[in-house]
Structures are given as structure tokens and as C-alpha cells.
């Protein structure tokens, strides 16, 4: 019976599109699904349009309620409404006319099949999101934040290292409650990044007395940066509206921007656009999986592919999940009862894609954790029965495959490495030296911050290669080295593994706007040129 109503959902879905395509008349092919480039928040907007280019996949299945079956009775297939006509109902910002507004808008009437990619992404995300803003009683405009902020792409990471659907700088993260980690970033988890932003959002929205627009401002300059042009507009006894402060040309591009496609949304014929309707239905579900799994194995059950299953659990650095959690992913509701019912019947070693591995004479956990590069911690939860010196013959359970990034670049900075200790050194010195807080180190090693250390004993470290902290200021050292490009490297992939932009390496290099590369070049790199900005 499974089997058939999944076979009557996919029959009534593929209808569906069928309809949508017939009716659109914005190209709804071009629909990207993840592009890998970065998203550059540039109110320029030429380099937005490159960035975003990426090899065209088909538009997403478009899930349907069934109602339950009955043996005396066909099966009858309820169509959903549209998403789009809830985030209407709510607008809630103020009116108002202004040249940026239109400028704005003429630059999303101008490409259209900006626009398709855009909304055809959220097809995964905005019924989640909407709920959420409803939840709040929030402004509908709110919803369409991610326009702005990413396009509705959960893995873009812009030049100030912001990351997510929500753009969240490393700092504000953690202050909302984002970890960030060797296995996952929760900037990019699509129910822990929603959940932190609107937190955000009504946190400014009190701070700036009920406005929404400075609200918003302060969410992409921060609150202490608008605060301060409020301040200069009142010295000089000028009006403190957003549109009256002196602001970053991105600031003040921001809030006309989301202005600008709210009033797309709310009336696309109107400007010469078609929005194909999205379901007004949940896209996933929330699935527990009570431990850490190996997100290979899962997208098998699913029976979906790897890149559709990262692109609802995007927060993973690892194809293995976080030991420490959240246990649970995000499944798409057309397959979630099937997977579900796989899942229960797997063991969690076996949900975690665990092997054995025989420990040969003189191996320790820390080289194990080594062989198999991934933290110590990691090993002894999972043979928490082991004794900590371990015995040749013994047998560990270890991860069966490799436990590598999913995308190149992905918790790059977080790739583990190990410090032997030496006389003398503590947490607080062995955490400058790497660049890291003593936090961050006692976490990655399982151990207290007000841990002793022993000479000999091996710490588990995270950083790219040469990253560094000037532990005279506590700065982070911006120093050059050169890379050798391998082949198949690109200059965004180059960029975003070094937390550069593609316009620094040009300019580092004499490049000129010229992106091509070849196997063996060297490049220059400064690492450390960039610096946290932002809320």
C-alpha cells in the first residue's frame, strides 16, 4: 500500500510540473539546484549574476497530500495551495516609494532567470520558513530574507565569511547558538540557522524601537554600526529614518533590495514576471536518527541522491554526522515514512557506517584517530569499553570510508590536525599558537579547559595548513604562501578554501579579471587578509 500511494504521489507530481511549465513564461529550466560558486553580497550585482551560474538541473518534484486509502474507494489526490499567497497575506513593512526600491527592482525585472533559480531553490526551504515567521507573527516580507541574503543557497559563503541561508557571521552565530565544529556548521543548518535569524531579527526590531527597516539594516551592518549613523543624523539634526543615514553602499542597497522582491512576489504580473506557485506543503520532515549517521547510507535510503539529501542537511562538514548531535535529518516528506520505517531497523553502528579496524603493537587511540583522520574523542566515544592503553589484536569500531568534506572547502578551517605537547605549554599557549580559543581546544579533545597537560601527549587541532595568530595581539597574522594549483582547481574553489576572494587572488597574482588557470602555476596567497564584518 506504501508503495502505491508513493507511486499515485509521484504520478499527481509529475502533473503538476507538467501544468507549471505549460504556464510559465520565465524560463523555470534554468533552476540551478546548488550552485558551488560563493554568494557575494555586492550591490554591483554584475559579479552576483556570474557567481550564481551553475550547470542547470531539472525543477524540483513538487510534493502532494494524499488523502488515507480505503479498499472501497479510489485514492484522491488534494492539491496544495501556494506558499507565495501565505508570505502575502502577512506584508506587514511600511510603504514607501524611493529610487533605490525601483532601481532594485528594475535589476530583478531585468533578469528573470536570476530570479527563477532563486525561487525554484526555495522550493526546498520557504514552507518551513513561513511557518516559522507565522509562529512569531513576524512580517511575511521577513520570509524572503534569503533572497537578499544567499539566493536560497544553503552553502553560500560570502567574502566577509558569512555562511548559510542566513549569511551569519562566525561570531553572531555563536552568540545564537550556531555551533561550529570539525563535523558540521550550524550557520548552515536550515532549522537552527532559521530559528537563530528570527531571534536576530526581533532582537534589533526591539533595540530600534519598532522599526523594521533599521531592523533589517542592522541585521546585514550591524546594530552598533546604524546606531552610530543614527547618532551622527541626530548631532546634525537630520531625520533618522534608514533612508536618511549615511550608510555603506551594501547597507543601503539591503533593505530596497527586499523591498524590491516583496513587491515582486506580491503582484508579478505587474512587473512583467511569472512566480510558478510553490506547495503549500512541508517540503521535509524532521527524522531522528538517535546517533551520528553516515549520510551516504542515508541518501540510499532515501532513495534519493547525495546531493538532494545535502542540500536539506547542509550544515555537515563530514559525510558522517556529529557525534555530539543534533541527531536527526531532514528527509523529504515524499520518501520520510519509507525511511523512517529502514532507519528503525538498523543498528546505530550500523547507522554510522561503522567498521573494525586490529590494533597493531605500539598504536595508541591518537594514532588511530590519525590513520583514519578524525578527533580522538571520536574514537573513544564509540569504544568507550576500550582500556586507554590499547593491546595489539584489540579490534576498534572505526568509520568503513573516508570521513572527508562533503564539498571542497567545507570546514576548511576546521580540518583536524594534531600538536604534541611540550614542556612548558598549556591550553592557553597551545590555542594561540593554532589560532583557536582554549574553548574550542578543550571541546575538540573531550577534555576540561582546566585540563593538565603532559609532555608527549598528542592534541587534536583545527586550521587549514599555515593558519596562524599573532600571539602578541591576538590578531590573526596575515602572512603570504604560495600554492600550486592542482588540476581540475578553479580560482572560486582556490578562494573559498583560503577564506579569500577571487578579486584578491587576481589582484595578488596580476591576473587582471581573467579566471583561468593551469596544472602547476603558482599562486601568491595572503591568508589572514580578511577579517569578520557585520552584525
Known amino acids: 500500500m506504501t508503495g502505491i500511494r508513493f507511486l499515485l504521489r509521484f504520478i499527481a507530481c509529475a502533473g503538476w510540473c507538467i501544468v507549471m511549465a505549460g504556464c510559465a513564461n520565465v524560463a523555470a529550466t534554468s533552476v540551478s539546484s546548488l550552485p558551488d560558486a560563493e554568494i557575494v553580497n555586492d550591490p554591483s550585482r554584475e559579479e552576483v549574476t556570474e557567481e550564481l551560474e551553475a550547470p542547470t538541473t531539472p525543477a524540483l518534484p513538487i510534493p502532494v497530500i494524499t488523502s488515507p486509502m480505503h479498499d472501497e474507494q479510489p485514492a484522491v489526490t488534494i492539491v496544495p495551495g501556494d506558499v507565495l499567497d501565505r508570505v502575502r497575506s502577512r506584508f506587514a513593512l511600511p510603504e514607501v516609494e524611493h529610487r533605490r526600491i525601483d532601481s532594485?527592482?528594475?535589476?530583478?525585472?531585468?533578469?528573470?532567470?536570476?530570479?527563477?533559480?532563486?525561487?525554484?531553490?526555495?522550493?526546498?526551504?520557504?514552507?518551513?520558513?513561513?511557518?516559522?515567521?507565522?509562529?512569531?507573527?513576524?512580517?511575511?516580507?521577513?520570509?524572503?530574507?534569503?533572497?537578499?541574503?544567499?539566493?536560497?543557497?544553503?552553502?553560500?559563503?560570502?567574502?566577509?565569511?558569512?555562511?548559510?541561508?542566513?549569511?551569519?557571521?562566525?561570531?553572531?552565530?555563536?552568540?545564537?547558538?550556531?555551533?561550529?565544529?570539525?563535523?558540521?556548521?550550524?550557520?548552515?543548518?536550515?532549522?537552527?540557522?532559521?530559528?537563530?535569524?528570527?531571534?536576530?531579527?526581533?532582537?534589533?526590531?526591539?533595540?530600534?524601537?519598532?522599526?523594521?527597516?533599521?531592523?533589517?539594516?542592522?541585521?546585514?551592518?550591524?546594530?552598533?554600526?546604524?546606531?552610530?549613523?543614527?547618532?551622527?543624523?541626530?548631532?546634525?539634526?537630520?531625520?533618522?529614518?534608514?533612508?536618511?543615514?549615511?550608510l555603506p553602499a551594501e547597507t543601503r542597497a539591503y533593505v530596497p533590495k527586499l523591498i524590491a522582491i516583496a513587491r515582486l512576489v506580491r503582484d508579478p504580473a505587474a512587473h512583467g514576471m511569472f512566480l510558478p506557485p510553490i506547495p503549500d506543503a512541508p517540503y521535509f520532515r524532521v527524522?531522528?536518527?538517535?546517533?551520528?549517521?553516515?549520510?551516504?547510507?542515508?541518501?540510499?535510503?532515501?532513495?534519493?541522491?547525495?546531493?538532494?539529501?545535502?542540500?536539506?542537511?547542509?550544515?555537515?562538514?563530514?559525510?558522517?554526522?556529529?557525534?555530539?548531535?543534533?541527531?536527526?535529518?531532514?528527509?523529504?516528506?515524499?520518501?520520510?515514512?519509507?525511511?523512517?520505517?529502514?532507519?528503525?531497523?538498523?543498528?546505530?553502528?550500523?547507522?554510522?557506517?561503522?567498521?573494525?579496524?586490529?590494533?597493531?603493537?605500539?598504536?595508541?587511540?591518537?594514532?588511530?584517530?590519525?590513520?583514519?583522520?578524525?578527533?580522538?574523542?571520536?574514537?573513544?566515544?564509540?569504544?568507550?569499553?576500550?582500556?586507554?592503553?590499547?593491546?595489539?589484536?584489540?579490534?576498534?569500531?572505526?568509520?568503513?570510508?573516508?570521513?572527508?568534506?562533503?564539498?571542497?572547502?567545507?570546514?576548511?578551517?576546521?580540518?583536524?590536525?594534531?600538536?604534541?605537547?611540550?614542556?612548558?605549554?598549556?591550553?592557553?599557549?597551545?590555542?594561540?599558537?593554532?589560532?583557536?580559543?582554549?574553548?574550542?581546544?578543550?571541546?575538540?579533545?573531550?577534555?576540561?579547559?582546566e585540563a593538565t597537560l603532559h609532555p608527549g601527549q598528542r592534541l587534536a587541532i583545527a586550521g587549514a595548513p599555515g593558519r596562524s595568530s599573532d600571539a602578541g595581539s591576538g590578531a590573526a597574522a596575515s602572512r603570504r604562501m604560495h600554492y600550486t594549483v592542482q588540476d581540475g582547481d578553479t580560482l572560486s574553489a582556490i578562494a573559498r578554501r583560503f577564506e579569500v576572494t577571487v578579486q584578491q587572488l587576481q589582484g595578488w597574482n596580476n591576473m587582471g579579471r581573467s579566471t583561468s588557470l593551469r596544472a602547476g602555476q603558482r599562486l601568491t596567497i595572503h591568508l589572514g587578509a580578511n577579517a569578520d564584518v557585520g552584525g
Not at 522550493?123 to 541574503?149: C, K, N, S, T
Not at 589560532?435 to 576540561?448: F, H, K, P, Q, T
Request: charged share 20%; proline share 5%; glycine share 8%.
Open 287 to 449: 527524522v531522528p536518527t538517535d546517533g551520528p549517521v553516515d549520510l551516504r547510507l542515508m541518501a540510499e535510503m532515501a532513495g534519493v541522491d547525495s546531493e538532494e539529501l545535502l542540500a536539506l542537511n547542509p550544515a555537515w562538514n563530514r559525510w558522517l554526522t556529529d557525534p555530539d548531535g543534533p541527531h536527526r535529518m531532514l528527509i523529504p516528506e515524499v520518501v520520510a515514512d519509507g525511511f523512517s520505517t529502514q532507519l528503525a531497523a538498523l543498528g546505530l553502528p550500523a547507522r554510522a557506517g561503522l567498521g573494525t579496524y586490529t590494533v597493531t603493537n605500539g598504536e595508541s587511540f591518537a594514532s588511530v584517530a590519525d590513520r583514519y583522520k578524525v578527533p580522538q574523542s571520536f574514537l573513544e566515544r564509540f569504544n568507550a569499553d576500550a582500556p586507554s592503553r590499547l593491546a595489539a589484536g584489540q579490534e576498534l569500531l572505526v568509520p568503513a570510508g573516508d570521513v572527508s568534506q562533503l564539498r571542497a572547502g567545507l570546514g576548511a578551517d576546521l580540518e583536524r590536525r594534531s600538536h604534541r605537547v611540550r614542556s612548558g605549554e598549556s591550553l592557553w599557549s597551545i590555542s594561540r599558537r593554532h589560532g583557536m580559543s582554549v574553548g574550542e581546544l578543550a571541546r575538540m579533545n573531550g577534555i576540561s579547559t
Open 104 to 246: 532594485e527592482l528594475a535589476w530583478f525585472q531585468r533578469n528573470p532567470d536570476y530570479v527563477a533559480r532563486t525561487f525554484g531553490r526555495a522550493q526546498r526551504y520557504l514552507h518551513f520558513i513561513v511557518d516559522e515567521v507565522e509562529a512569531r507573527g513576524m512580517p511575511g516580507e521577513l520570509a524572503l530574507l534569503p533572497v537578499v541574503e544567499s539566493a536560497f543557497n544553503p552553502f553560500g559563503y560570502s567574502r566577509s565569511r558569512a555562511a548559510g541561508l542566513w549569511q551569519f557571521i562566525a561570531p553572531t552565530g555563536e552568540r545564537f547558538g550556531l555551533r561550529r565544529n570539525y563535523w558540521q556548521d550550524q550557520r548552515r543548518d536550515v532549522v537552527e540557522s532559521t530559528r537563530a535569524a528570527l531571534s536576530y531579527l526581533t532582537e534589533l526590531y526591539q533595540r530600534f524601537n519598532g522599526d523594521w527597516f533599521l531592523a533589517i539594516a542592522a541585521y546585514n551592518f550591524g546594530s552598533g554600526n546604524v546606531q552610530r549613523a543614527i547618532n551622527r543624523n541626530l548631532m546634525l539634526r537630520r531625520p533618522t529614518d534608514f533612508f536618511s543615514l549615511s
